[in-house]
């Protein structure tokens, strides 16, 4: 039987002419010519009938043409291996029926198709696909032309495509449901009724979420009305709604998954946050969390790209603290902190930048930073800036504020404040083709301010300064190269220091000459071959010398210290070392600086540089902390410590760094710090950092710490991943901080769990216990923070 619309096919095992007559125009043809010829009509009936087509249906009717027998958009095809028949426009088909309809197809035992309204009834063993969707069911009620539907006792799957994420365990799993109806209200939306979902394994599920009511809707969300969550079957959770992303790069409004804890300083811990997205380059996250112990805290977050080459971000963090007993006192540490990033490239090269930080105090921060890092870090720095670097200049505008807390209680800071600020410098440029001379310069202008317990400035300090500079170079033939350098450097600050050591409202200038010259010795080298291996070897050793010699600052103790640029002292000085390399090259592969040993020390002509170093007490200027960021100088001196850096960078899975200082003057090792870092295979890594101070305790106060972590793969690695580390005093024979950390991420889900160990003074004495549930696709439940793991 064939009609306009409707293509039906029985047996297709027939002789050559009943293949014929599977041919669309030949088949036409025959039957039109047939039913012309009214004598040969019951015959003709009856020799199609032998072909097996139109079983019992009169030939009248296999030439009806419905008006509406073609499918908005293409044609609907029926095919099936039993009997069918027509019941006016009721096509029936029966045993493995196939209902296409452009990427459309029904499949089902039993098939009763409406060639005028082109709905389709399908009943036992139901298939229905299209493109990601899947869907098998006893029953079913389908429009092929508008795609609406009903199917009963149903069990189908929607495949997502995901990213792969670093950050968030995402797997492939299908998002899988069971309803016992599933109505179809377009190609995308799905209104599934008593069912429940899961992207684990149909047949073992770890979890699933159960709904009378949900509504799927493609590339969007799973929105489920009075929904509970289970694990293992055993209810967990209840929602009034939830929703769940059905898409890639999804983000729907809406409140995420609680967090639940205990710690012994905070007490029982529980929170939730609201997400809300309004449009794709905006969102934002409020979120409350209560401290039975303490009080509540807040937390959020705003995001936003409004435009393609500008991003903000601000985020907040609070507590309401009730305050804790410390040594019989009730002591309140609450507080908030916060900050603000925005980035913004403009046209003609132009980029502005925004980086705010708050803290309300150290306490606040040693008291409720989630990591032992966070914790520790004294520093607040802000800064906003607008640069264009054009033509080898650059032009800036800034306004830069850095805090450093130095003492907790009572809290004690040094405040230093450059705004506004304006910058306008060059990089070497040769004015003439003929010579090798490079002129540049570095020129601002701005204000300053400086606040701790013993320099409180004014609020707004003028201060301007510009330096030209004239470079030749010159080498005489390969074996030696001298670079020279001559700087003119002309500075004014509004406000200086007396005779006293008092803040006063007098301006103080400076002019300074500044002569450098760097000598270039040839660089010696050797080259190791090992054809067995396809591995060459280069050793390198390169002597280095500067000389440098400054004049002009002679009333040094004058200038308030607002930053590197007021430390500038008059000196004569020389610089020499060794520098060696190791490159190791293997095969056809770029070349690997596989170790490298630096050794330089500084020699004083002048000890005391024209009197800027006091004896007695911390001196840190330019020439010293230009070697070493360790302060050394109490004492007049000669000569600076020997600092000796080794790395080894194999670029592999081993990186280790080794800094040894040397000073003469104390005739000891002052300084020993190494950091090595292993990673054998592709899961197992360790990082041990060791560092020891024990020079002149008037400049540096003796310390010695150790910090280790060793772990066993990743944040998002199926099956199990495990970290511990510790961080050790050995002046105070302190643990300062320890944890463990174990996950395991299987194909839907995973969970962690990390026992934590604070120990910071009298401020913070904290053994805590985090969870978190990690629900693949979806989020996590619990206390532990994804940017909070170690892995």
Same mark, same amino acid.
């Given at each position: 039987?064939?009609?306009?619309?409707?293509?039906?096919?029985?047996?297709?095992?027939?002789?050559? %002419?009943?293949?014929?007559?599977?041919?669309?125009?030949?088949?036409?043809?025959?039957?039109?010519?047939? *039913?012309?010829?009214?004598?040969?009509?019951?015959?003709?009936?009856?020799?199609? @009938?032998?072909?097996?087509?139109?079983?019992?249906?009169?030939?009248?009717?296999?030439?009806?043409?419905?008006?509406?027998? #073609?499918?908005?958009?293409?044609?609907?095809?029926?095919?099936?291996?039993?009997?069918?028949?027509?019941?006016?426009?009721?096509?029936?088909?029966?045993?493995?029926?196939?209902?296409?309809?452009?990427?459309?197809?029904?499949?089902?035992?039993?098939?009763?198709? !409406? !060639?005028?309204?082109?709905?389709?009834?399908?009943?036992?063993?139901?298939?229905?696909?299209?493109?990601?969707?899947?869907?098998?069911?006893?029953?079913?009620?389908?429009?092929?032309? $508008?795609?609406?539907?009903?199917?009963?006792?149903?069990?189908?799957?929607?495949?997502?495509?995901?990213?792969?994420?670093?950050?968030?365990?995402?797997?492939?799993?299908?998002?899988?449901?069971?309803? &016992?109806?599933?109505?179809?209200?377009?190609?995308?939306?799905?209104?599934?009724?008593?069912?429940?979902?899961?992207?684990?394994?149909?047949?073992?599920?770890?979890?699933?979420?159960?709904?009378?009511?949900?509504?799927?809707?493609?590339?969007?969300?799973?929105?489920?009305?009075?929904?509970?969550?289970?694990?293992?079957?055993?209810?967990?959770?209840?929602?009034?709604?939830?929703?769940?992303?059905?898409?890639?790069?999804? /983000? &729907?409004?809406?409140?995420?998954?609680?967090?639940?804890?205990?710690?012994?300083?905070?007490?029982?811990?529980?929170?939730?946050?609201?997400?809300?997205?309004?449009?794709?380059?905006?969102?934002?996250?409020?979120?409350?969390?209560?401290?039975?112990?303490?009080?509540?805290?807040?937390?959020?977050?705003?995001?936003?790209?409004?435009?393609?080459?500008?991003?903000?971000?601000?985020?907040?963090?609070?507590?309401?603290?009730?305050?804790?007993?410390?040594?019989?006192?009730?002591?309140?540490?609450?507080?908030?902190?916060?900050?603000?990033?925005?980035?913004?490239?403009?046209?003609?090269?132009? /980029?502005?930048?925004?980086?705010?930080? #708050?803290?309300?105090?150290?306490?606040?921060?040693?008291?409720?930073?989630?990591?032992?890092?966070?914790?520790?870090?004294?520093?607040?720095?802000?800064?906003?800036?607008?640069?264009?670097?054009?033509?080898?200049? @650059?032009?800036?505008?800034?306004?830069?504020? +850095?805090?450093?807390?130095?003492?907790?209680?009572?809290?004690?800071?040094?405040?230093? =404040?450059?705004?506004? &600020?304006?910058?306008?410098?060059?990089?070497? #440029? *040769?004015?003439?083709?003929?010579?090798?001379?490079?002129?540049?310069?570095?020129?601002?202008?701005?204000?300053?301010?400086?606040?701790?317990?013993?320099?409180?400035?004014?609020?707004?300090?003028?201060?301007?300064?510009?330096?030209?500079?004239?470079?030749?170079?010159?080498?005489?033939?390969?074996?030696?190269?001298?670079?020279?350098?001559?700087?003119?450097?002309?500075?004014?600050?509004?406000?200086?220091?007396?005779?006293?050591?008092?803040?006063?409202?007098?301006?103080?200038?400076?002019?300074?000459?500044?002569?450098?010259?760097?000598?270039?010795?040839?660089?010696?080298?050797?080259?190791?071959?090992?054809?067995?291996?396809?591995?060459?070897?280069?050793?390198?050793? &390169?002597?280095?010398?500067?000389?440098?010699?400054?004049?002009?600052?002679?009333?040094?103790?004058?200038?308030?210290?607002? +930053?590197?640029?007021?430390?500038?002292?008059?000196?004569?000085?020389?610089?020499?070392?060794?520098?060696?390399?190791?490159?190791?090259?293997?095969?056809?592969?770029?070349?690997? +600086?596989?170790?490298?040993?630096?050794?330089?020390?500084?020699?004083?002509?002048?000890?005391?540089?024209?009197?800027?170093?006091?004896?007695?007490?911390?001196?840190?200027?330019?020439?010293?902390?230009?070697?070493?960021?360790?302060?050394?100088?109490?004492?007049?001196?000669?000569?600076?410590?020997?600092?000796?850096?080794?790395?080894?960078?194999?670029?592999?899975?081993?990186?280790?760094?080794?800094?040894?200082?040397?000073?003469? #003057?104390?005739?000891?090792?002052?300084?020993?710090?190494?950091?090595?870092?292993?990673?054998?295979?592709?899961?197992?890594?360790?990082?041990?950092?060791?560092?020891?101070?024990?020079?002149?305790?008037?400049?540096?106060?003796?310390?010695?710490?150790?910090?280790?972590?060793?772990?066993?793969?990743?944040?998002?690695?199926?099956?199990? !991943?495990?970290?511990?580390?510790?961080?050790?005093?050995?002046?105070?024979? $302190?643990?300062?901080? +320890?944890?463990?950390?174990?996950?395991?991420?299987?194909?839907?889900?995973?969970?962690?769990?990390?026992?934590? =160990?604070?120990?910071?003074?009298?401020?913070?004495?904290?053994?805590?216990? /985090?969870?978190?549930?990690?629900?693949?696709?979806?989020?996590?439940?619990?206390?532990?923070?994804? %940017?909070?793991?170690?892995?």
């Amino acid at each position: 039987m064939d009609v306009p619309g409707v293509r039906q096919t029985t047996n297709p095992k027939r002789c050559v %002419l009943g293949y014929l007559f599977t041919l669309p125009e030949f088949r036409e043809r025959v039957t039109n010519t047939l *039913a012309k010829l009214c004598p040969l009509r019951l015959g003709a009936m009856l020799f199609l @009938s032998t072909l097996g087509f139109l079983p019992g249906q009169p030939l009248a009717a296999q030439n009806q043409k419905p008006p509406s027998s #073609q499918a908005p958009g293409g044609i609907a095809e029926v095919t099936a291996s039993g009997p069918q028949r027509r019941q006016g426009e009721l096509y029936i088909a029966d045993k493995d029926v196939n209902v296409v309809y452009l990427d459309m197809r029904l499949q089902a035992d039993h098939v009763e198709y !409406n !060639n005028n309204t082109d709905d389709a009834i399908a009943r036992g063993n139901v298939v229905f696909d299209y493109q990601n969707q899947h869907l098998t069911a006893d029953e079913a009620q389908l429009n092929v032309g $508008t795609g609406k539907g009903v199917f009963r006792n149903v069990r189908g799957f929607i495949h997502i495509d995901r990213k792969a994420n670093p950050l968030v365990l995402v797997t492939e799993n299908p998002l899988y449901f069971e309803a &016992q109806q599933v109505d179809r209200l377009s190609e995308d939306v799905y209104l599934v009724r008593h069912g429940w979902f899961t992207i684990c394994d149909p047949r073992s599920p770890t979890w699933q979420f159960y709904a009378p009511q949900a509504t799927v809707t493609l590339e969007k969300s799973v929105a489920l009305v009075n929904a509970n969550f289970r694990m293992y079957r055993i209810p967990l959770l209840w929602m009034p709604y939830a929703t769940a992303p059905a898409g890639t790069n999804i /983000r &729907q409004s809406g409140f995420m998954l609680p967090i639940v804890g205990n710690s012994n300083s905070k007490g029982f811990v529980i929170g939730d946050a609201f997400y809300w997205a309004p449009n794709p380059w905006m969102d934002a996250t409020a979120g409350f969390e209560y401290f039975s112990k303490r009080g509540p805290g807040e937390r959020g977050i705003f995001r936003a790209r409004p435009f393609e080459n500008t991003s903000i971000r601000y985020s907040y963090f609070g507590v309401q603290d009730r305050g804790i007993e410390i040594g019989g006192v009730l002591t309140k540490q609450g507080g908030y902190e916060q900050q603000l990033e925005v980035q913004s490239l403009w046209k003609d090269g132009w /980029r502005f930048v925004t980086d705010l930080n #708050q803290l309300s105090s150290p306490t606040f921060r040693l008291a409720f930073a989630g990591t032992y890092g966070e914790a520790i870090n004294s520093e607040i720095r802000s800064s906003v800036f607008l640069t264009n670097n054009f033509r080898g200049f @650059s032009f800036n505008l800034s306004a830069l504020n +850095d805090r450093t807390y130095l003492e907790v209680s009572p809290a004690n800071s040094v405040l230093l =404040r450059a705004a506004p &600020q304006a910058e306008f410098s060059s990089v070497e #440029q *040769a004015p003439w083709r003929s010579l090798p001379v490079y002129l540049s310069f570095t020129s601002f202008a701005g204000s300053v301010f400086r606040d701790d317990q013993f320099i409180s400035t004014e609020n707004f300090v003028p201060r301007a300064e510009f330096a030209p500079s004239v470079t030749v170079p010159v080498h005489f033939g390969v074996w030696l190269g001298v670079t020279t350098t001559a700087t003119f450097r002309t500075a004014y600050y509004g406000d200086s220091f007396d005779a006293a050591g008092n803040v006063v409202d007098r301006g103080i200038g400076r002019n300074t000459g500044e002569f450098t010259v760097e000598f270039s010795p040839p660089t010696l080298e050797r080259y190791f071959d090992r054809p067995l291996t396809r591995h060459r070897y280069k050793h390198t050793v &390169q002597p280095v010398f500067t000389y440098r010699y400054v004049t002009g600052v002679n009333d040094f103790a004058d200038f308030i210290r607002f +930053d590197n640029d007021s430390t500038l002292t008059n000196t004569n000085e020389i610089e020499y070392g060794i520098d060696q390399h190791l490159y190791v090259k293997r095969g056809d592969e770029q070349p690997v +600086d596989f170790l490298s040993w630096t050794v330089v020390q500084k020699h004083y002509f002048d000890p005391t540089f024209s009197g800027a170093l006091v004896t007695g007490q911390r001196n840190v200027f330019q020439a010293l902390d230009s070697i070493t960021p360790f302060a050394f100088a109490a004492t007049p001196r000669n000569w600076s410590p020997i600092v000796s850096d080794i790395k080894l960078t194999p670029g592999g899975p081993y990186d280790a760094e080794s800094i040894i200082e040397y000073d003469p #003057q104390l005739n000891k090792v002052t300084t020993i710090g190494t950091l090595l870092k292993v990673k054998p295979y592709s899961e197992f890594y360790a990082v041990v950092a060791d560092f020891r101070l024990q020079g002149n305790p008037v400049v540096q106060p003796p310390s010695h710490q150790i910090r280790g972590i060793v772990g066993w793969g990743d944040l998002v690695r199926k099956g199990f !991943n495990v970290s511990a580390g510790v961080n050790y005093d050995f002046l105070t024979s $302190t643990l300062l901080s +320890d944890f463990v950390q174990v996950s395991y991420n299987g194909g839907c889900c995973g969970l962690s769990i990390e026992y934590g =160990r604070f120990n910071l003074a009298t401020v913070r004495s904290e053994n805590q216990f /985090r969870v978190g549930l990690i629900l693949a696709n979806i989020g996590t439940f619990g206390n532990l923070r994804r %940017l909070e793991k170690i892995f």
